[in-house]
């Protein structure tokens, strides 16, 4: 009987560690207008906190931001909405307007008079 009894104590154990295990996504944004480090600075101190988010790390080289978090508390739209709201476009989510404007002229885009210069379009190969 203690046996039957240890065996069947294991088996629901490790079926509700496996119900417990949360989706884990990891996705990359473009984000074209953050090109230096107060950007970076500003996007990841704003998104950082919110739930679900467990990493976040902008790349102003590349204008990519790499987020990861989890499926079932947020989603990537979410994040996109939370990275415009700080004044940046997000892929295909452009940025707020009024935090848009809030941001240093240093971090603004060059057609609206700020220190970030044209992004480069690379040459295709001939």
Known sequence: ?????????????STASFSQVKPIRVDTIKTPNALCENCKKRIEAYVKPYDGILEITVNYRKAETKVKYLTDRINIEE??????????DAGDVPAAEDAYER????????????????????????
């Not at 039957?4 to 154990?13: D, G, K, M, W």
């Not at 885009?109 to 220190?115: I, L, P, T, V």
């Open 79 to 88: 994040i996109k909405a939370y990275i415009a709201n700080c004044g940046y």
């Open 1 to 13: 009987m203690k046996p039957f009894l240890i065996s069947a104590l294991a088996i629901i154990i």
């Open 103 to 126: 941001l240093p002229k240093t971090c603004k885009k060059f057609e609206d008079g700020g220190g970030h210069p044209k992004p480069k379009v690379p040459v295709p190969a001939q």
